[in-house]
């Protein structure tokens, strides 16, 4: 009930990755554990950082797998309570200047409502 089928382009079993629905670029992808964590706003300390560690690399191998530049990506998450998702995902967006008007709001690095992966990183370490 209330699941959208979506086409798994990574998956083990700790983590799963799938395309965005409202893409942002053509290489949108988000990067979510299995295990239920609300928000990014519950994460603390050093076991968070090694998830969030890994969650990265594994949507930076996917962006690269998919086509997308590394060179040229953004990371990052959604702060409450600006979340619609109640589930912690990390966005990769390639080429994040191609985005829209409205996606660069969205997704404006570090801002009250979207913090960058460094953020995070910078945020957990103990």
Not at 56 to 68: A, P, R, S, Y
Not at 100 to 120: H, N, P, T, Y
């Amino acid at each position: 009930m209330g699941e959208t089928p979506t086409e798994l382009l990574y998956e083990d079993g700790i983590f799963a990755v799938f395309r965005d629905i409202k893409p942002a670029t053509q290489h949108h992808y988000l990067v979510i554990p299995k295990e239920h964590i609300t928000n990014a706003k519950q994460l603390n300390g050093e076991q968070h950082l090694n998830l969030i560690t890994q969650m990265h690399t594994i949507g930076l191998n996917v962006l690269e797998k998919q086509g997308g530049d590394k060179a040229t990506v953004l990371c990052g998450y959604h702060w409450p309570p600006f979340t619609l998702i109640s589930h912690l995902h990390l966005h990769v967006i390639g080429k994040p200047e191609s985005m829209g008007f409205l996606a660069k709001r969205i997704f404006s690095k570090d801002s009250f409502w979207f913090v960058s992966q460094e953020w995070m990183v910078n945020h957990l370490k103990p």
